[in-house]
């Protein structure tokens, strides 16, 4: 089946402590999204990529990166995770960017200690 | 400065009964709208979604409907089932632009 994979599933890092988190999918698809979700709230999205062209949102915090090296995987890197970095990290693609619908990948839950 | 809300956030109906969840937007820019449900310990899914050219869009038990003037939009669930308990987002977005989530609704339906 056609999906969006992401590993870990949950994470647990120290305070300051670099992580990453990847993505692969095997849709096909051009688009590759990030988003932060906190707890009852909104996700929020922190980077898209369409095709190897990187957007990044205005108040994504400078601690937080992203890669693409092909169409099938990213990574988020966070440089020095604060106690805020805890969250749900959703990784989504679409086959097109706007009304194109999303597919999400299980999340990872990024524990920091 | 939420521009997509769900002021619900939660609601429990019986099963069988109808299950009503609302959303509001700000942006009258916003042109095509969609909701995704989410179970736990999976990603969201999208359910079901409409343009701002039509005020309803109907897909088997979930229904849509679109109020532009009012900037407002619900999701019907008839009849509930157990298995529609899950957390529902509304999303809105510009053509080829991002797409904005709303906080979630957590629907529990009641056997």
């Known amino acids: 089946d056609a999906m969006v994979i992401q590993n870990p599933r949950y994470q647990v890092t120290q305070f300051g402590k670099p992580v990453t988190l990847s993505c692969s999918q095997t849709?096909?698809?051009?688009?590759m999204y990030w988003y932060q979700q906190k707890s009852s709230q909104a996700p929020k999205l922190l980077f898209h990529?369409?095709?190897?062209?990187?957007?990044n949102e205005a108040d994504t915090p400078d601690n937080f990166q992203s890669r693409r090296p092909n169409t099938s995987f990213c990574f988020l890197d966070i440089r020095s995770p604060g106690l805020g970095d805890a969250a749900m990290y959703l990784c989504?693609?679409?086959?097109?960017?706007?009304?194109?619908?999303?597919?999400f990948g299980p999340g990872t839950r990024l524990t920091v200690l | 400065d939420q521009q997509v809300k769900q002021n619900s956030p939660s609601l429990s109906v019986q099963e069988g009964r109808i299950s009503i969840l609302n959303c509001d937007y700000t942006?009258?820019?916003?042109?095509?709208f969609l909701w995704y449900k989410k179970y736990p310990a999976e990603g969201p899914t999208f359910l079901i979604s409409?343009?701002?050219?039509?005020d309803k869009n109907e897909d088997g038990r979930f229904t849509v409907f679109l109020n532009k003037s009012a900037k407002h939009l619900s999701l019907h669930i008839v009849p509930s089932q157990p298995g529609d308990s899950a957390v529902y987002f509304c999303?809105?977005?510009?053509?080829?632009?991002?797409?904005?989530f709303g906080p979630g609704t957590s629907l529990s339906v009641i056997p």
């Open positions: 999303a809105a977005t510009t053509s080829y632009d991002k797409v904005i």
């Open positions: 409409i343009s701002s050219i039509k």
């Open positions: 990529y369409y095709d190897k062209d990187f957007n």
């Open positions: 989504a693609t679409s086959r097109d960017s706007g009304s194109n619908e999303q597919f």
């Open positions: 849709l096909n698809h051009n688009v």
């Open positions: 942006n009258s820019m916003f042109d095509y």
